[in-house]
Each structure stands twice: as C-alpha cells, then as structure tokens.
C-alpha cells in the first residue's frame, strides 16, 4: 500500500495570500497524482490530476507540481471560497487507491 | 449535467446489512468505472471499492472484502453497494464518484449517504 502523507495538516492563510500544500508518497507513483478540495458539508471536489492538470472549471490560482514522491498544490492568492480542505490521492497504485490525511487551509 | 444520487444510508446494528444505491444521470453510466469512497465522522477519505465500466473488474479496500460488494446495472443507470457483517468502524458518510484515467481519478461526487452502526 502506498501511504501519502500531508504536511502541514493545518495552514493559516490571509486572504489575497500564496498557501503551498505538500504531499509526500511513500513510493514513486509517477505523476498519478490528485488534488481534492472539500468545504464542510459538501462532497469533494476535484482541482488537479495528472499532478499538474486542473480540472474543468477550477481558477488559474490553483496549481500542482511535482513527480515521483514530492507533490505541490499551490494557490496563488487565497480568495474566501479557498478556506477548505485539501487531499491529494494516488491512482498509480491501486487496491488500493490511497489518499492525504488532509490539509485545513484557514483564515489567518 | 451530471449528477449523482445516493441512497440507502441508515441506522444498522453491528452485524448487519445495507445496500447502497447510486442513481446516475446527464452521462452514459457504461462508460464510465466507478467507485465508492467513504468518510468517517470528523475523518479523511478512503477509498472502498471499484467497478469497471462492464463489471468484469471490481476491486477492494482490503478491510471490506468479503464482506461488501460492488455491482452496477448500466441499463438502470445505477451504482449498488451491498454492505453485509456491518462494524462500528464502517460508520460513514459513503460517495459514489465518477472515475476518470482508468478509473483512479474521480471527477463527479454524489452528495452521500451516511451509514451509522451502532446498537
């Protein structure tokens, strides 16, 4: 099992500023990487796949980088609607499909 | 547009059973793998099972083998999951979700359907 690990769990951001999420495989998994947002209440939402490929309708402010075990989300300028948590999940590896323990991204 | 529904979350004592529904609709169900993932209270995501597109392949997190099943019936445009021997550690919110890149990655989400075990 590929275990991916989130850091830091929580981040405290003003808004109009850059947040920089991380996650860490615990084997290369190329770039079969994802990046989810969930707001409280509501099911995730996909941002990134590919590691570095957004979505269909997410914002320009939201990117992801990296290959093999090191990954990135970064938003370039926190806007209200951004303050929510972010998974990153594996799909190089299946059964199983592994994901983050999650990054809160809060107001500052 | 493409939406999904679940159905069938409820309160279950320990070694009990559900079935889970997931309705789909705005897209052609049999092009598609599909999966559930579940979220305990308070808890991170976790993939459960997959399907793919014809049900020839189904794949297990490996604490509910034996003990869940995945199934579809793309001429009804429906996701199942049948959860028999039910555990306090399944108590969760469970999403049906649209796979994409040979089914690893999920665009669409349903809203869920909480299932509690408790006696």
């Known amino acids: 099992e590929i275990v991916m690990t989130q850091s830091p769990v929580t981040l405290s951001v003003s808004q109009g500023e850059r947040a920089t999420l991380s996650c860490r495989a615990s084997?290369?998994?190329?770039?079969?990487l994802a990046w989810y947002q969930q707001k409280p209440g509501q099911a995730p939402r996909l941002l990134i796949y590919g590691a570095s490929a957004r979505a269909v309708a997410v914002p320009a402010r939201f990117s992801g980088s990296g290959s093999g075990t090191e990954f990135t989300l970064t938003i370039s300028s926190l806007q209200s609607e951004d303050f929510a948590v972010y998974y990153c999940?594996?799909?190089?590896?299946?059964?199983?499909?592994?994901f983050g323990g999650g990054t809160k991204v809060e107001i500052k | 547009e493409v939406q999904l529904v679940e159905s069938g979350g409820n309160l279950v004592q320990p070694g009990g059973s559900l079935r889970l529904s997931c309705a789909a609709s705005?897209?052609?169900?049999?092009?598609?793998?599909m999966t559930w993932l579940r979220q305990a209270p308070g808890k991170g995501l976790e993939w459960v099972a997959n399907?793919?597109?014809?049900?020839?392949?189904?794949y297990y997190l490996e604490s509910v083998k034996g003990r869940f099943t995945i199934s579809r019936d793309n001429a009804k445009n429906s996701l199942f999951l049948q959860m028999n021997s039910l555990r306090a550690e399944d108590t969760a919110v469970y999403y049906c979700?649209?796979?994409?890149?040979?089914?690893?990655?999920?665009?669409?989400w349903g809203q869920g359907t909480l299932v509690t075990v408790s006696s």
């Open positions: 399907i793919k597109l014809d049900g020839s392949e189904k």
């Open positions: 084997q290369s998994v190329g770039t079969k």
């Open positions: 705005g897209f052609t169900l049999s092009s598609y793998w």
């Open positions: 979700a649209r796979g994409e890149a040979g089914g690893g990655v999920h665009t669409f």
């Open positions: 999940q594996q799909y190089n590896n299946w059964a199983p499909l592994t």
